[in-house]
Protein backbone atom coordinates (compact mmCIF):
# COMPACT_ATOMS: atom_id res chain seq x y z
CA UNK A 1 0.00 0.00 0.00
CA UNK A 2 2.65 2.32 0.56
CA UNK A 3 4.08 1.91 -3.33
CA UNK A 4 0.50 3.45 -3.86
CA UNK A 5 1.01 6.09 -1.89
CA UNK A 6 4.27 7.17 -2.36
CA UNK A 7 3.61 7.36 -6.35
CA UNK A 8 0.83 9.76 -5.01
CA UNK A 9 2.91 11.64 -3.36
CA UNK A 10 5.40 11.76 -5.96
CA UNK A 11 2.86 13.71 -8.39
CA UNK A 12 3.10 17.42 -8.75
CA UNK A 13 0.90 19.18 -6.51
CA UNK A 14 -2.01 20.76 -8.87
CA UNK A 15 -1.87 17.72 -11.04
CA UNK A 16 -2.27 15.66 -7.50
CA UNK A 17 -5.28 17.40 -6.52
CA UNK A 18 -7.16 17.34 -9.63
CA UNK A 19 -6.78 13.95 -9.94
CA UNK A 20 -7.71 13.30 -6.90
CA UNK A 21 -10.78 15.25 -7.44
CA UNK A 22 -11.80 13.60 -10.48
CA UNK A 23 -11.64 10.60 -8.96
CA UNK A 24 -13.28 11.55 -5.77
CA UNK A 25 -15.88 13.38 -7.43
CA UNK A 26 -17.69 10.30 -9.87
CA UNK A 27 -17.50 7.96 -7.14
CA UNK A 28 -19.43 10.05 -4.53
CA UNK A 29 -21.81 10.19 -7.75
CA UNK A 30 -21.39 6.60 -7.99
CA UNK A 31 -21.97 5.73 -4.47
CA UNK A 32 -25.15 7.99 -3.96
CA UNK A 33 -23.91 10.19 -1.59
CA UNK A 34 -25.08 13.21 -3.99
CA UNK A 35 -26.92 12.19 -6.84
CA UNK A 36 -24.85 12.97 -10.02
CA UNK A 37 -27.20 15.01 -11.50
CA UNK A 38 -25.94 17.76 -9.34
CA UNK A 39 -22.88 17.81 -10.85
CA UNK A 40 -23.53 18.08 -14.59
CA UNK A 41 -23.44 21.99 -15.65
CA UNK A 42 -26.69 22.77 -16.76
CA UNK A 43 -26.85 26.35 -17.59
CA UNK A 44 -30.31 26.81 -16.43
CA UNK A 45 -29.72 26.04 -13.04
CA UNK A 46 -26.66 27.66 -13.01
CA UNK A 47 -27.85 31.13 -14.56
CA UNK A 48 -31.49 31.17 -13.07
CA UNK A 49 -31.50 29.22 -9.56
CA UNK A 50 -27.99 30.44 -8.58
CA UNK A 51 -26.52 26.77 -8.09
CA UNK A 52 -23.09 28.49 -7.99
CA UNK A 53 -21.52 24.83 -7.52
CA UNK A 54 -21.80 23.37 -10.97
CA UNK A 55 -19.14 24.58 -12.90
CA UNK A 56 -16.60 23.28 -10.52
CA UNK A 57 -18.21 20.14 -10.04
CA UNK A 58 -18.63 19.22 -14.12
CA UNK A 59 -15.28 20.32 -13.89
CA UNK A 60 -13.93 16.80 -11.76
CA UNK A 61 -17.31 14.91 -12.67
CA UNK A 62 -17.35 12.20 -15.14
CA UNK A 63 -20.30 10.17 -15.79
CA UNK A 64 -18.93 6.57 -14.92
CA UNK A 65 -21.10 3.57 -16.23
CA UNK A 66 -20.95 0.18 -17.83
CA UNK A 67 -20.24 1.43 -21.53
CA UNK A 68 -17.71 4.56 -20.69
CA UNK A 69 -15.86 3.19 -17.58
CA UNK A 70 -12.82 1.94 -20.23
CA UNK A 71 -13.21 5.92 -21.74
CA UNK A 72 -13.12 6.96 -17.66
CA UNK A 73 -9.70 5.64 -17.48
CA UNK A 74 -8.25 6.89 -20.80
CA UNK A 75 -9.37 9.95 -19.35
CA UNK A 76 -7.43 9.58 -15.99
CA UNK A 77 -4.48 8.42 -18.17
CA UNK A 78 -4.17 11.24 -20.32
CA UNK A 79 -5.02 13.93 -17.05
CA UNK A 80 -2.17 12.00 -15.19
CA UNK A 81 0.46 12.20 -18.03
CA UNK A 82 0.02 15.49 -19.93
CA UNK A 83 -0.98 17.54 -16.70
CA UNK A 84 2.46 16.24 -15.21
CA UNK A 85 4.47 16.45 -18.31
CA UNK A 86 3.44 20.19 -18.18
CA UNK A 87 3.73 20.99 -14.84
CA UNK A 88 6.78 19.22 -14.25
CA UNK A 89 8.44 20.53 -17.66
CA UNK A 90 7.06 23.75 -19.00
CA UNK A 91 5.71 24.86 -15.83
CA UNK A 92 8.52 23.59 -13.87
CA UNK A 93 8.83 26.21 -10.59
CA UNK A 94 5.82 28.69 -11.85
CA UNK A 95 3.01 26.46 -10.20
CA UNK A 96 1.13 29.94 -10.34
CA UNK A 97 1.44 30.19 -14.68
CA UNK A 98 0.09 26.38 -14.57
CA UNK A 99 -3.09 27.30 -12.46
CA UNK A 100 -3.18 30.55 -14.40
CA UNK A 101 -3.65 28.26 -17.74
CA UNK A 102 -6.11 25.74 -16.16
CA UNK A 103 -7.92 28.56 -15.31
CA UNK A 104 -7.96 30.62 -18.16
CA UNK A 105 -8.64 27.16 -19.77
CA UNK A 106 -11.64 26.51 -17.37
CA UNK A 107 -13.40 29.85 -17.48
CA UNK A 108 -13.03 29.37 -21.83
CA UNK A 109 -14.91 26.29 -21.50
CA UNK A 110 -17.72 27.03 -19.07
CA UNK A 111 -18.17 30.14 -21.52
CA UNK A 112 -18.79 28.34 -23.94
CA UNK A 113 -21.31 25.51 -22.31
CA UNK A 114 -23.40 28.58 -20.73
CA UNK A 115 -23.19 30.17 -24.05
CA UNK A 116 -24.58 27.58 -26.11
CA UNK A 117 -26.80 26.34 -23.47
CA UNK A 118 -25.78 22.43 -23.67
CA UNK A 119 -26.13 20.33 -20.74
CA UNK A 120 -22.33 19.02 -20.21
CA UNK A 121 -19.84 17.51 -17.95
CA UNK A 122 -16.80 19.21 -19.11
CA UNK A 123 -14.24 16.95 -17.42
CA UNK A 124 -12.87 15.59 -20.94
CA UNK A 125 -12.87 18.64 -22.07
CA UNK A 126 -10.68 20.34 -19.67
CA UNK A 127 -8.22 17.07 -20.24
CA UNK A 128 -8.48 17.49 -24.06
CA UNK A 129 -6.71 21.18 -23.28
CA UNK A 130 -3.76 20.06 -21.73
CA UNK A 131 -2.54 17.99 -24.96
CA UNK A 132 -1.97 21.56 -26.59
CA UNK A 133 0.93 22.45 -24.03
CA UNK A 134 3.21 19.67 -25.29
CA UNK A 135 2.07 19.70 -29.01
CA UNK A 136 2.97 23.49 -28.91
CA UNK A 137 6.60 22.75 -27.32
CA UNK A 138 7.46 19.66 -29.39
CA UNK A 139 6.10 20.21 -32.48
CA UNK A 140 7.49 17.00 -34.24
CA UNK A 141 6.11 15.00 -31.97
CA UNK A 142 2.82 12.85 -31.98
CA UNK A 143 0.17 13.74 -29.94
CA UNK A 144 -2.86 10.91 -29.25
CA UNK A 145 -6.41 12.82 -29.88
CA UNK A 146 -8.84 10.05 -29.50
CA UNK A 147 -11.14 10.77 -27.22
CA UNK A 148 -11.63 14.11 -28.49
CA UNK A 149 -15.19 14.41 -30.38
Known amino acids: MSDIGDWFRSIPAITRYWFAATV ?5 GKLGIISPAYFFLWPE ?11 FTATFYFP ?3 GTGFLYLVNLYFLYQYSTRL ?3 AFDGRPADYLFMLLFNWICIVLHILTSFAVADDSSNHVSTLRLGPAE ?8 VWNTI
Open 24 to 28: AVPLI
Open 45 to 55: AFLYRFQIWRP
Open 64 to 66: VGP
Open 87 to 89: EAG
Open 137 to 144: QRPDCIIL
